[in-house]
Antibody
Framework: QMQLVQSGAEVKKPGASVKVSCKASGYTLRHHYMHWVRQAPGQGLEWMGIFNPSGGSPVYSQKFQGRVTMTGDTSTSTVYMELSSLRSDDTAVYYC???????????WGQGTLVTVSS | DIQMTQSPSSLSAYVGDRVTITCRAGQSINTSLNWYQQKSGKAPKLLIYIASTLQKGVPSRFSGSGSGTDFTLTISGLQPEDFATYSCQQSHSSPWTFGQGTKVEVK
């Protein structure tokens, strides 16, 4: 069955970077764009950016421009999201979510909790 | 950015009730509106896309309507497994944006 499996929880200090992975199975990674969405504790969903596994430049939310990098490896069917210069308000669950090809997210990873604390 | 506003932010209902959640976009998004269900500690799940198309496997008690700026999600006959948070999302233009969520609780 189709699924996205993300890497495990991380604890980081302010100023550090974190890299979250998302491995796709059950479908061909390069056939669908991948989004990253985060959710701070008790808050709503926040879109971070979109990555095209077939190539081309990612598109990032202006809020994260300069701090986020999305990459992928089609040989391992894995996409990555790296967020740098972490602050306490980056503490959140980070999700990868597959684009259906229509702009809605039809398959989600299980989420990765990133905690930023000194 | 297109702002998405949901109402109410929370509601209490009985099993069997008909529940309606509203989502308003800050500008016209035609029918580029999608709905998700999220249970505590879990990833969101797609329910409805393009305003009114039910995702495969989603029970028919869920329905969506609307176009332009005003949209609704209706649950006809609330079931115990439907108590969750519901969020709308616009796919009209980047950056994709979500509503703040509506929590449906047991009355």
């Amino acid at each position: 069955q189709m699924q996205l499996v993300q890497s495990g929880a991380e604890v980081k200090k302010p100023g550090a970077s974190v890299k979250v992975s998302c491995k796709a199975s059950g479908y061909t990674l390069r056939h669908h764009y991948m989004h990253w969405v985060r959710q701070a504790p008790g808050q709503g969903l926040e879109w971070m950016g979109i990555f095209n596994p077939s190539g081309g430049s990612p598109v990032y939310s202006q809020k994260f421009q300069g701090r986020v990098t999305m990459t992928g490896d089609t040989s391992t069917s894995t996409v990555y999201m790296e967020l740098s210069s972490l602050r306490s308000d980056d503490t959140a669950v980070y999700y990868c979510a597959r684009d259906s090809s229509g702009g809605w997210f039809d398959l989600w990873g299980q989420g990765t909790l990133v905690t930023v604390s000194s | 950015d297109i702002q998405m506003t949901q109402s109410p932010s929370s509601l209490s209902a009985y099993v069997g009730d008909r529940v309606t959640i509203t989502c308003r976009a800050g500008q016209s998004i035609n029918t580029s509106l999608n709905w998700y269900q999220q249970k505590s500690g879990k990833a969101p799940k797609l329910l409805i896309y393009i305003a009114s198309t039910l995702q495969k496997g989603v029970p028919s008690r869920f329905s969506g309507s609307g176009s332009g700026t005003d949209f609704t999600l209706t649950i006809s006959g609330l079931q115990p497994e439907d108590f969750a948070t519901y969020s709308c999302q616009q796919s009209h233009s980047s950056p994709w944006t979500f509503g703040q969520g509506t929590k449906v609780e047991v009355k």
